[in-house]
C-alpha cells in the first residue's frame, strides 16, 4: 500500500490529479478561449514563418523581387483556406476535421485515407518542429554543444509528452509566454522594416519590373513561372495548422463553431502578417543564403546594426530565442491532433480501440504515447535532420486538404437546391481544391525523388493495416452476430426461460442479503452479457437467489463531447442495466443495477465493490470472455481483456470473481 500511494503521489506530482468526468463544470475547465486555441493550435502556422518563407524564397536563387508574387500568392492561399475551413467548422461542429469530412461526404474508406496522412504529417509536424528549435537553440551555442543537439531535442520531446499528458489547456498555459514574446518581436521588427522603407517603395516596384523581364528573358514565360511555382510549393509548409482547428473542435469553449472561427481568423490574419511581413523584409535588408544561419537571424541581425549594440544584442536574442522555442511549442499541434485524430479512427474501429480511451486527466493518453513513440524512432532515423524531415514534411497534409475540399465541393453541387448563398461556397471549396491540388501534385514531383517518397511509402503501410484492422473488426462483429441472436429471444419472452426459474411471476420476491448473490459485470444488454447470465444458471443451478448487474459506462474519446454526450451515455448505461433487472425479475430471481461512468472499468468496479459486498456479503462476482477460434498477439491487442485484469485486481482484496468463456 505505501508503495502504490507513493506512485500515486509521483503520477500526482507529474501529471496532476485525476478528473472527474461527470462534473458538469469539466468541459469548461478544461476547453479553450479562442486566444488560447490560437496558441495551441496556431503555433504550428506560426512556426513556419521560421522555415516556409525561408524555403520559398531561396527556391527563387538570385530572382529576389519575384518573392513578392509568391509572397502574395501564399496570402491568398492562407485565406482560401481558411475561409473553406470555416465552411468545415459550420457543417461539422463536432470537430473531426479532415478525416471526418472526407468519410461522411466522399467515403470511409477515403475518410481513413485522408485520416491516416493526417497522422503521419502530425508525427512529421512534432519531430520536424523540435529538431528545428533544437537546432536554433544551439546555433547560439558553441560548435563543442552541437554533439548534444539531438538528445536535447529527445528531452523535449520528452518533457512535451508528460505536459501533454497533464492536459491541452494546462500544455498550452505554460508555453504562453514564449509565443507572445515571439509574435510582440517579429511583429515589431517588420513593422519597423515596412515603415523605415516605405521611401524605398518606388524602388522596388521598379526593381520587381526588372527581374521580372530579365527573369523572363532569361528562362521564358513558362520559366519563370515554373520557378515561381517551385518556389511557393516549397513553402507549402506555411499551410499546415491551418486544418488544426477543424480537428481540434472538442477542446475548445463553447459555443465551438464561433470560437473555431475567431481563431482561425487569429491564426489567418497573424500568418500572412508574418509570411507577406518576412518576404518584404528580406528584399529590404538584401538577406541572402549565409552558412549556418537562418534567413531571419540575418534579417534580425541587419535590421537592428543601426541600433545601441547591447539593444541590438539583447533583441536579436530574444527575438531568436523566442522564434526556437516557438517551434517546440509548433509541436502541440502534433501532440493535441495527433491522438484526437486516431481515437476518432479508433472508435470506427479503423484502429485499436484502446486509442480512444481516456486518461484520469481525460486526455487521449495513449494517442499521446504512440504519437510521440514514432516522433522518437524518426528523431533518431534521421539523427534529428531539419533539411531531411522538411523533405518529408507537408506532403501529407495536402492530400488530406484536397480530399477535404473535394468532400465540400460534391456537398454544396448536391446541396445546390436547398442552399441559397450553394453557388458562393461552392466557389470557395472550388478554388480551395484546385490550389491544394496543385501544391499537393508540385510537392510530390518536387520532393519524391529527395525523400518524398518515403513519406508516402510510411502512409500507405499505414493504410493497409487500417483496413486489415477494420476487416478483423467487421469479421468479429459477423461472429458477435450470433450470439446477439439470444437478445431478441429474451426480449420476447414473457416467461421462464431460465432453469430453476418460476414461470409467470409478476413479482420480484423480497430480497435474501444473506443468501448468494451472482454479481455480473456487463459491457451493456447485450449477447455477451446474456450468455454469461445463462452459463451461470446452467453451471451453478439455483445456487444464487439474488443477481447484481454491473455496469461502467466507459467515457472515451468518442463521447466525451459534451454535458449532453455524457448524459446520454448515462443514459444508455442505465437503460441496459433496467433490462436485465426486468428479465431476471421475470424469471422469479431478485435483481438490482448498478451502474456507474468512468474512463476505466477496473478502477471504476474496484471502487464500488465494498458497497456491494456491505450488502451482500455472500457475492461472487462473474464476468464473460471472448474466446476466438485462433487467439494471437494481434486479437489481444485488438480486443479487451479486462475481465483478466478485474479478476486480478479482485483476488488481491480476497473477492472471489469467476470468468466464464464464451466461444465465438
Not at 52 to 67: K, R, V
Not at 132 to 137: E, H, M, Q, Y
Request: hydrophobic letters at 50%; charged letters at 15%; aromatic letters at 12%.
Amino acid at each position: 500500500m505505501e508503495e502504490q500511494s507513493l506512485r500515486q503521489r509521483i503520477k500526482n506530482l507529474v501529471i496532476g490529479v485525476s478528473r472527474n468526468p461527470q462534473d458538469t463544470s469539466i468541459f469548461h475547465k478544461i476547453s479553450l478561449i479562442a486566444f488560447f486555441a490560437w496558441i495551441g493550435l496556431g503555433a504550428d502556422g506560426l512556426s513556419s514563418s521560421c522555415y516556409g518563407p525561408q524555403e520559398a524564397f531561396l527556391a527563387l536563387n538570385s530572382h529576389i523581387y519575384l518573392s513578392i508574387f509568391v509572397a502574395l500568392g501564399t496570402v491568398i492561399t492562407i485565406f482560401l483556406i481558411t475561409a473553406s475551413y470555416s465552411q468545415i467548422v459550420e457543417l461539422f461542429p463536432h470537430g473531426g476535421g479532415g478525416y471526418l469530412v472526407a468519410s461522411k461526404l466522399l467515403s470511409p474508406t477515403v475518410g481513413m485515407v485522408s485520416g491516416c496522412a493526417l497522422l503521419i504529417d502530425y508525427v512529421l509536424t512534432i519531430t520536424v518542429s523540435i529538431a528545428s528549435g533544437a537546432d536554433a537553440i544551439f546555433s547560439l551555442l558553441p560548435m563543442q554543444w552541437h554533439s548534444y543537439r539531438l538528445t536535447f531535442a529527445i528531452l523535449v520531446l520528452l518533457v512535451l509528452m508528460l505536459l501533454n499528458m497533464r492536459g491541452v489547456k494546462e500544455s498550452v498555459l505554460f508555453l504562453m509566454p514564449i509565443f507572445l514574446i515571439f509574435i510582440v518581436t517579429h511583429f515589431f521588427i517588420i513593422t519597423y522594416a515596412l515603415f523605415k522603407h516605405l521611401p524605398a517603395l518606388s524602388d522596388i516596384v521598379t526593381s520587381t519590373k526588372v527581374d521580372l523581364h530579365d527573369t523572363a528573358s532569361q528562362l521564358g514565360i513558362f520559366g519563370m513561372l515554373f520557378l515561381m511555382m517551385r518556389a511557393y510549393s516549397m513553402g507549402a509548409g506555411t499551410y499546415t495548422g491551418i486544418e488544426a482547428v477543424s480537428n481540434g473542435i472538442p477542446v475548445l469553449r463553447e459555443p465551438r463553431v464561433q470560437t473555431a472561427k475567431h481563431t482561425m481568423r487569429y491564426m489567418a490574419i497573424s500568418l500572412a502578417f508574418v509570411v507577406m511581413g518576412l518576404m518584404l523584409a528580406y528584399i529590404f535588408y538584401g538577406v541572402g543564403h549565409e552558412a549556418g544561419k537562418t534567413l531571419n537571424s540575418i534579417l534580425f541581425q541587419r535590421a537592428t546594426e543601426n541600433w545601441n549594440s547591447q539593444l541590438s544584442y539583447t533583441f536579436v536574442l530574444i527575438a531568436l530565442i523566442s522564434e526556437a522555442a516557438l517551434l517546440f511549442v509548433a509541436a502541440q499541434t502534433g501532440f493535441i491532433d495527433g491522438p484526437r485524430v486516431l481515437s476518432n479512427m479508433a472508435v470506427d474501429r479503423w484502429f485499436p480501440t484502446r486509442f480512444s480511451m481516456l486518461s484520469d486527466r481525460l486526455v487521449t493518453q495513449n494517442g499521446i504515447f504512440i504519437m510521440s513513440g514514432m516522433a522518437f524512432a524518426l528523431m533518431l532515423l534521421t539523427k534529428g535532420s531539419v533539411r531531411f524531415l522538411v523533405v518529408l514534411y507537408s506532403i501529407n497534409v495536402f492530400i488530406t486538404f484536397s480530399f477535404s475540399q473535394l468532400g465540400m465541393v460534391r456537398h454544396w453541387w448536391n446541396y445546390r437546391m436547398k442552399v441559397k448563398s450553394w453557388l458562393k461556397k461552392l466557389f470557395v471549396s472550388g478554388a480551395g481544391l484546385l490550389l491544394t491540388s496543385f501544391i499537393l501534385i508540385a510537392m510530390i514531383i518536387f520532393k519524391f525523388n529527395e525523400g518524398g517518397w518515403i513519406t508516402l511509402l510510411i502512409t500507405s503501410t499505414l493504410v493497409i493495416l487500417s483496413i486489415l484492422v477494420k476487416q478483423h473488426y467487421l469479421s468479429t462483429q459477423l461472429l458477435l452476430s450470433r450470439l446477439d441472436s439470444l437478445v431478441e429471444a429474451v426480449e420476447t419472452s414473457d416467461g421462464n426461460i431460465l432453469e430453476g426459474g418460476k414461470a409467470g411471476v409478476k413479482h420480484m420476491p423480497k430480497l435474501d442479503s444473506k443468501a448468494k448473490t451472482a454479481v455480473l459485470v456487463v459491457s451493456g444488454f447485450n449477447g455477451i452479457g446474456l450468455h454469461t447470465l445463462l452459463g451461470i444458471i446452467r453451471l451453478f443451478g439455483g445456487t444464487f437467489k439474488n443477481f447484481i448487474f454491473l455496469q461502467v459506462g466507459v467515457v472515451d474519446a468518442g463521447n466525451f463531447k459534451g454535458i449532453q454526450e455524457v448524459e446520454h451515455l448515462e443514459f444508455d448505461v442505465k437503460h441496459s442495466i433496467d433490462r436485465y433487472v426486468k428479465f431476471m425479475k421475470n424469471q422469479g430471481y431478485y435483481a438490482e443495477g448498478f451502474h456507474v461512468l468512468g474512463i476505466d472499468v477496473v478502477e471504476e468496479v474496484t471502487k464500488i465493490t465494498p458497497q456491494i459486498l456491505k450488502r451482500f456479503p455472500g457475492a461472487v462476482f462473474f464476468g464473460g470472455q471472448l474466446i476466438f477460434p485462433q487467439d494471437s498477439f494481434v486479437t489481444r491487442l485488438l480486443h479487451n481483456y479486462t475481465v483478466f485484469t478485474l479478476q486480478k485486481k479482485l483476488y488481491r482484496q480476497g473477492v472471489p470473481f469467476v470468468i466464464l468463456p464464451i466461444r465465438v
